[in-house]
């Protein structure tokens, strides 16, 4: 069974820098896109980033410039880099794999999220 497991959320404030990890375990043979979701209270699931396995990035607008993806598909692991947080960035973070798996299908993974809150 994969699981995926994030770190690096917590307070800072506006205009900090945080680093967010996910570690995938289990048998992977293939990961095919990694991504880190975000939902804030209240709010729908939304996507803050996407990298491929060709480690093409895709960016939600209102993160661009500031955030970050990168993958080590050594260790099958996915950061964001968060910069210049604002308030609105305040949400529980989630990544995301769709990966093939010992039981040779292509699923979805979630993490069970990590909070992050930019305040003062």
């Known amino acids: 069974q994969v699981q995926l497991v994030e770190s690096g959320g917590g307070l800072v404030q506006p205009g900090g820098s945080l680093r967010l990890s996910c570690a995938a375990s289990?048998?992977?043979?293939?990961?095919?896109?990694m991504g880190w979701y975000r939902q804030a209270p209240g709010k729908q699931r939304d996507l803050v980033a996407t990298i491929t396995s060709g480690v093409s990035t895709n960016y939600a607008d209102s993160v661009k410039g500031r955030f970050t993806i990168s993958r080590d598909n050594a260790k099958n692991m996915v950061y964001l880099q968060m910069n210049s947080l604002k308030p609105e960035d305040t949400a529980v973070y989630y990544c995301r794999f769709r990966l093939l798996g010992i039981d040779q299908r292509i699923n979805d993974y979630w993490g069970q999220g990590t909070q992050v809150t930019v305040s003062s």
């Open positions: 289990g048998t992977i043979f293939s990961i095919y896109i």
